[in-house]
């Protein structure tokens, strides 16, 4: 079974009424439950508990990791980034939400800035699905509609995506590329828009399966690696030859 560990700030809950109302428990409960619903092994982590939550332990034992960060991305140390960095290049996938754009993570397997446009105005965003046959669109319809949103606008400064499943429309006018897939070493990486904390994204039932899928999708835990080093000949061949500056 897939194990997934949903990393949380879990600040705004704690000091926003408006956010409370709609995550009592946090946003990593919501989202670690509705992903429990779907047949998943989860656990949770946040920013306050030792090392974040994200020990050693933690992280060999996942193997997707789901990340929503907002207004505390500099109090996350280099050294869980640098533990978490490492995994995803071993293998363990990441999926980074809504504005952990600009977590530390995120903008170190990036390499770039990851800034954008933004405005919050409860508008209306489209979430059109680009690439309906990637395992992350799986059972979407043309489009997912969010009634209540903040609004994210180009230009994304983030590399080119090895594949975009999705593009917002926002009642504004602007457009984004909103879901946006990229390997790293081993690991798989899935940069997904929605998710602004005082509006109920997390609840809605079409946002909740595409996080699913991208767990899935994310998921190599079954797959064979990769194997570096010094290697034995496939082929038999004369090894007589021992020169070497190693």
Not at 20 to 47: E, N, R, S
Not at 183 to 190: K, L, N
């Amino acid at each position: 079974m897939t194990t997934v560990t949903v990393w949380n700030e879990y600040r705004h809950e704690r000091e926003n009424d408006t956010v409370a109302d709609i995550y009592p428990d946090g946003i990593h409960a919501t989202i670690a439950g509705a992903l429990d619903d779907h047949g998943f092994d989860t656990q949770t982590a946040t920013l306050d508990e030792p090392s974040h939550g994200l020990t050693d332990a933690v992280l060999a034992d996942t193997d997707a990791l789901i990340w929503w960060g907002h207004a505390e991305h500099d109090a996350v140390t280099d050294a869980v980034v640098e533990r978490v960095h490492e995994r995803v290049l071993d293998g363990m996938g990441l999926i980074a939400l809504h504005s952990s754009h600009y977590s530390k993570i995120f903008t170190r397997l990036m390499g770039t800035s990851c800034s954008l446009k933004w405005r919050e105005a409860a508008e209306t965003e489209r979430l059109w699905v680009i690439e309906p046959t990637h395992p992350i669109a799986e059972g979407l319809s043309q489009f997912v509609e969010l009634p209540e949103t903040e609004m994210y606008g180009e230009r994304f400064d983030i590399p080119q995506p090895e594949t975009l499943v999705f593009c917002s429309w926002f009642e504004g006018g602007e457009l984004f590329r909103s879901g946006c897939c990229y390997t790293r070493g081993a690991g798989r990486i899935f940069y997904f828009r929605p998710g602004h904390e005082t509006y109920p994204i997390y609840h809605n039932e079409q946002i909740q399966e595409i996080l699913a899928n991208a767990v899935q999708w994310a998921d190599r835990s079954t797959g064979t690696g990769s194997e570096f080093g010094n290697s034995e000949p496939i082929e038999s061949i004369d090894t007589s030859d021992v020169r070497t500056v190693h």
